[in-house]
């Protein structure tokens, strides 16, 4: 052996943890795959009734969140607002799962599932919080349309209508009016079936702390 290849064995270096990496970045194209079967089987399931085929109006996308517009959505079941959330999360567990502080820092009891973060807030709201490398889709027949949320800040709602919600690993689900927009890598999504427009874009500066337009 080398005196050149004793000091490469001597060395101690802090090599970063690949396996976790490698973990991290499979369970993340896991999800997605998971999210985008869901809507292929979803259109499936929508084209199948004959007035919808070519009926897709049109895409939408915000962060972490693409929303298909068609005439008649697909089979989805109503299921109770905050069911499915995960479990029970900490301030710093729910920093660590989005790669940044939950927002607004006074908060409910905080659920974390795949990577989304959520509380539900007087209304009752869901606000729900993940990276924007993650995908939810959502297939929409009633208003969907861009909003100012706040400066330099553009948001989604979506709303007159229920609409079907593809979360990660979850079957379809009617939604109720959303709000979504996007700041710093995070997405944030209002969930409420008798939130409005105005309410929701106040609650949204709010969780900005922000109050301009």
Do not use: C
């Not at 007035?51 to 972490?64: C, M, P, T, V, W």
């Not at 989805?76 to 710093?92: F, H, I, K, Y």
């Not at 959520?118 to 729900?128: I, K, M, N, R």
């Amino acid at each position: 052996m080398t005196d050149f290849e004793r000091e490469l064995r001597a060395l101690d270096v802090a090599w970063p943890a690949a396996p976790e990496l490698r973990l991290e970045l499979a369970r993340r194209r896991r999800v997605r795959l998971v999210v985008a079967v869901a809507l292929v089987a979803a259109l499936a399931a929508a084209f199948a009734v004959p007035q919808s085929r070519s009926a897709i109006l049109r895409f939408f996308h915000l962060g972490g969140v693409t929303v298909v517009r068609v005439e008649t959505l697909p089979p989805a079941a109503a299921r109770p607002l905050a069911a499915g959330l995960g479990g029970q999360v900490s301030d710093d567990e729910a920093a660590r799962a989005l790669g940044a502080p939950f927002l607004p820092a006074r908060h409910g009891t905080l659920y974390e599932r795949d990577g989304f973060v959520s509380t539900v807030l007087q209304g009752p709201v869901l606000l729900s919080e993940f990276g924007s490398e993650y995908l939810i889709k959502k297939i929409a027949s009633g208003k969907v349309e861009y909003v100012v949320v706040a400066s330099g800040v553009t948001g989604l709602w979506i709303a007159d209508q229920p609409h079907v919600v593809v979360f990660p690993e979850a079957s379809p689900r009617l939604a109720g009016n959303v709000l979504v927009w996007a700041k710093g890598g995070v997405t944030f999504r209002l969930e409420g079936r008798g939130l409005d427009e105005e309410t929701a874009l106040k609650l949204a500066r709010e969780i900005l702390g922000t109050t301009g337009s």
